[in-house]
């Protein structure tokens, strides 16, 4: 069993829709939880990250950690085309001084259509 | 330029051959890693890189090599590659500072093809 399980999709929405991605993990020691958006032939980029558990919102983006469920979700809002992209959830349980080991989900593949 | 690169950004080879990666980044940054990117996998790490010399495996390193004599440079060989090494290769970046959660650069990748 993987130590984080994403839905690979894929997701095809319309334009405007709400976007739920969701991942699950196995390691109660993590604490840090993040989303990264991988454009095609691209590398992937930090689009949010949360410590420990709670919501963090920013613009159309609000990222979910529910640590007692070993569960977090990204919610996107008011869905352009431009959000087509996988998204990744990254995981890890520490910060700072650390080497920042990241644990990937396997990545949801979303299409936004006009 | 600026951030972190790597080459080829394509590359063919055949079974048995040796490949050499390369990835730069112009951060000075302590930490580097190499990924592959399979589908139903998602980013499975190789090796990473703590400093200049320092290097360890990852959770995928077997047929692997990695070096560091320059901070900036971190490159992976494949020895001897294999069909089953056709992915996408991504380096990446972060900083050592205490006390906040450093983001991981990536690169752009190397879709590399094993025939």
């Known amino acids: 069993q993987k130590e984080v399980e994403q839905d690979p999709g894929p997701l095809s929405v319309p334009e405007g829709a709400i976007v739920s991605l969701n991942c699950t993990y196995s390691?109660?020691?993590?604490?840090?939880f993040m989303w990264y958006r991988q454009y095609s032939r691209k590398g992937p980029e930090l689009l949010m990250y949360t410590y420990s558990s709670g919501n963090k919102e920013d613009g159309r983006f609000t990222a979910q950690v529910d640590k007692s469920s070993k569960y977090i979700s990204l919610f996107i809002r008011d869905s352009q085309p431009s959000d087509s992209a996988t998204y990744l959830c990254a995981m890890n349980n520490a910060g700072g001084t650390s080497y920042g080991k990241l644990t990937f989900g396997q990545g949801t593949i979303l299409t936004v259509h006009p | 330029d600026a951030g972190i690169t790597q080459s080829p950004r394509y590359k063919i080879t055949e079974t048995g051959r040796q490949v050499t990666l390369m990835c730069h980044q112009t951060w000075s940054h302590s930490y580097m890693f190499w990924y592959r990117q399979d589908l139903g996998h998602g980013l499975r790490l190789i090796y990473y890189s703590a400093a200049a010399d320092i290097t360890d495996k990852g959770e995928v390193p077997d047929g692997y090599v990695v070096s560091r004599s320059k901070t900036e440079n971190f490159p992976l060989t494949l020895e001897s590659a294999t069909r089953s090494q056709t992915s996408v290769y991504f380096c990446?970046?972060?900083?050592?500072?205490?006390?906040?959660?450093?983001?991981?650069?990536f690169g752009p990748g190397t879709r590399l093809t094993v025939l």
């Open positions: 390691n109660s020691a993590f604490q840090y």
């Open positions: 990446a970046s972060r900083s050592l500072a205490g006390g906040t959660y450093n983001e991981q650069f």
